[in-house]
């Protein structure tokens, strides 16, 4: 009986010591697959191309062999020991015994074959067998063991998981910008709109002390209204115009339909007057045509535009208001439908803007159009305007059941981004979401600041971090707020973590608002909600309101820096999002 236990523990020794050895060698395995799928992912090697499908070891496309991203992992995994050394074409060839790369991720059912889910930002790789060669355990009857290894690479961009759900075009995407409700001030922007007849002026002029018209807005398809104009000269006028920017589109009303004249004010009804300006939201500027220089003047011109820094030509919005960005044309900073599953289209925008964008099950992330530029002065082979038959389209269905997908490239645009979501994504909050900015704690730039909004939890408390804050000292934020920005980092990792930093999509075009047109997304640029002025270096803080303008308890107004994402740190242990292409920094981590 002694010699039988003794036996029996000997056995179990030997097999417990050649276990060990396999442990060990399956550990080595692990590391050497490890940095074989970081070198994989490396540099521009992800996105690769597709070169067919595979039906055998698992289901899916596979890789080129040809691939950067394929011939760096062979590299790599040819300086480890292996039952047989893979070669690029190996690593291809759908046989996940002899070592594989794939761009996603396997999944390996208790029965029946491992499938692959796609994704272009992802690199998998399967090890190749190795055979650890058992010594004491053959006794046993056990000769050897094969161990493999499976890791899987992603590269993404710092930050990305904050894109903020309305786009830039050209001429609002760099530097401060601001966003803003047209209607929300007399004075007007400092900008010029783009309006038919630039150059006209005559002997009127419009009081910018009150509101002016009165109202200035009004819903789609009001019931009857009566707006008021008010000025000086306005005996004069025979016809008022309203104007849409950049289109040369304008409609106007002729004096025999005014309801009353006078030399300070003019009274109008809509819609009786004019029928098919409240049909559709829309923002338009109001003019007059009257004698051009003086009341004897015999040659008629519309009001002027613009007198030195102040704009003349008043804001009148049909619908509700819109945010846009000032200092260029209209349509240049507008929303973007991202939909959701959690909620209701009713409220996609306002949880993109308080919570980002879905993480899934399902996910949505962006990414670029292929052909968009990679650098900021780049040349783009883009389509403005991408079509869903395209192969190359990545499109996530606003229609029906939404169907959403990484990688998209391909985005709807809405009719404007409202105060309404504006103040309920950044501060009232979204059913039981909270705003993006309310904080339970003060952040280590800055105490929080008190908001008052409408609803029924009016008074909040947000975040009010600066950008300086996460600056190094020395640079000021018109530094890299250039498109030629040159330089290295500026930023800490811990801007990731300011709930005031942002990535917005930029498109090539201005989109017209709503219909059935997809565009294509070809970069995003970093973003900060910040009133900081261009100077402002690190130490400096808050002025205004930080950014964020609330007026009658809704946000009528954003303040917003654009900069270079070259000002970006990449080597941070927080703030991994998924890949957005175009300029914005790579960063590469193992996420399996």
């Given amino acids: 009986m002694t010699g039988l236990m003794t036996v029996l523990l000997l056995s179990i020794a030997a097999l417990t010591v050649d276990i060990g050895r396999a442990y060990v060698e399956k550990r080595d395995v692990q590391k050497v697959v490890d940095f074989a799928a970081l070198a994989g992912a490396a540099g521009t090697n992800l996105p690769g191309t597709i070169a067919g499908a595979c039906a055998g070891g698992y289901t899916g496309n596979r890789p080129a062999a040809t691939d950067q991203a394929v011939r760096d992992v062979a590299t790599h995994l040819a300086t480890a020991t292996w039952t047989g050394s893979p070669t690029a074409a190996d690593l291809v060839d759908c046989v996940l015994s002899n070592g594989e790369v794939v761009y996603g991720t396997l999944t390996f059912p208790s029965a029946g074959t491992p499938s692959l889910s796609y994704d272009k930002t992802q690199l998998t790789v399967v090890s190749p067998s190795r055979q650890v060669d058992f010594g004491f355990a053959r006794v046993m009857g056990f000769n050897d063991a094969s161990v493999q290894g499976r890791a899987t690479a992603a590269v993404g961009t710092p930050g990305a998981e904050k894109v903020f759900p309305a786009f830039a075009t050209d001429g609002c995407d760099w530097g401060q910008r601001t966003v803003f409700a047209p209607a929300s001030s007399s004075t007007g922007p400092t900008f010029t709109p783009s309006l038919a007849f630039p150059n006209d002026r005559n002997v009127t002029t419009f009081d910018l002390s009150i509101e002016n018209p009165s109202p200035d ?34 409609q106007t009303s002729p004096k025999s339909a005014f309801d009353e004249q006078t030399v300070t004010g003019i009274r109008i009804t809509l819609p009786e007057d004019l029928p098919t300006l409240t049909t559709a939201a829309g923002l338009w500027w109001v003019r007059v045509l009257a004698p051009k220089q003086n009341a004897s003047d015999t040659t008629f011109e519309w009001s002027q535009i613009k007198s030195g820094t102040t704009l003349m030509t008043i804001p009148f919005e049909v619908g509700e208001s819109f945010l846009r960005c000032a200092g260029v044309a209209a349509g240049s900073f507008g929303d973007v439908l991202l939909p959701r599953t959690d909620v209701t289209s009713a409220n996609w925008t306002a949880m993109n803007i308080a919570k980002n964008l879905q993480i899934g099950p399902p996910r949505l992330s962006l990414n670029t159009y292929p052909g968009s530029p990679t650098t900021v002065f780049g040349a783009s082979s883009a389509p403005n305007v991408c079509v869903t038959s395209d192969t190359r389209t990545i499109y996530s269905t606003t229609t029906g059941t939404p169907d959403l997908k990484v990688n998209t490239n391909c985005v709807d645009n809405g009719t404007g981004l409202t105060a309404n979501d504006a103040t309920a994504g950044l501060i009232a909050g979204v059913l039981t979401q909270r705003g993006r900015l309310v904080q339970d704690v003060d952040s280590s730039c800055a105490p929080r600041k008190s908001v008052t909004v409408s609803g029924p939890s009016g008074t909040k408390l947000i975040n009010n971090d600066v950008l300086t804050c996460f600056m190094n000292a020395g640079v000021p934020i018109s530094e890299i707020a250039r498109k030629g920005y040159l330089g290295g980092t500026v930023l800490s990792c811990d801007v990731f973590d300011s709930p005031r930093f942002l990535y917005q999509p930029v498109l090539q075009v201005r989109p017209s608002n709503g219909g059935s047109t997809h565009y294509s997304i070809v970069d995003f640029r970093p973003a900060f909600i910040s009133e900081q002025l261009p100077t402002a270096m690190k130490g400096a803080g808050a002025i205004n309101n930080n950014g964020v303008t609330i007026t009658g308890g809704k946000v009528t107004q954003l303040d917003v820096v654009f900069f270079h994402p070259n000002a970006l740190p990449t080597d941070c242990t927080n703030g991994f999002g998924p890949l957005l292409g175009g300029t914005t920094k790579r960063t590469i981590r193992l996420i399996d």
């Fill in 217 to 250: 807005s009004v819903p789609v398809n009001p019931a009857a209204t009566t707006v008021t104009i008010t000025g000086t000269d306005l005996d004069l006028v025979t016809k008022i115009g309203f104007f849409q920017e950049d289109t040369g589109v304008y």
